[in-house]
Nanobody
Framework: QVLLVESGGGLVQAGDSLRLSCVAS????????IAWYRQAPGKERELVAV???????NYGDFVKGRFTISRDNAKNTVSLQMNSLKPEDTAVYYC????????????WGQGTQVTVSS
């Protein structure tokens, strides 16, 4: 069983920055794809960013250069730096892990709330 714990959410104003962190139990960060998803009330869950084991990175179209995902294998942590936050970024942000033997994200954190006021 893999445990993912997110932190770093909060209430900020439009234009501010936040840094989210996802810490994984065990040394899995280097061997799994790690993604950040978000879900706003009444909306579908959407991909924010993903860092693959081969260090390729993808972002959701709405990110537009504002967010940066990074991985620190030594600390078993994946971070999401979010700049120029907008009210529409308000959501619960989840960290998810996909081991190499599956195509699914099967491990999920409990989520961290990000609220951006206008």
């Amino acid at each position: 069983q893999v445990l993912l714990v997110e932190s770093g959410g909060g209430l900020v104003q439009a234009g501010d920055s936040l840094r989210l962190s996802c810490v994984a139990s065990g040394s899995i960060i280097s061997s799994t794809d790690i993604a950040w998803y978000r879900q706003a009330p009444g909306k579908e869950r959407e991909l924010v960013a993903v860092v693959y084991t081969i260090d390729r990175i993808n972002y959701g179209d709405f990110v537009k250069g504002r967010f940066t995902i990074s991985r620190d294998n030594a600390k078993n942590t994946v971070s999401l730096q979010m700049n120029s936050l907008k009210p529409e970024d308000t959501a619960v942000y989840y960290c998810a892990a996909r081991p190499a033997w599956t195509t699914l994200y099967i491990y999920w954190g409990q989520g961290t709330q990000v609220t951006v006021s206008s």
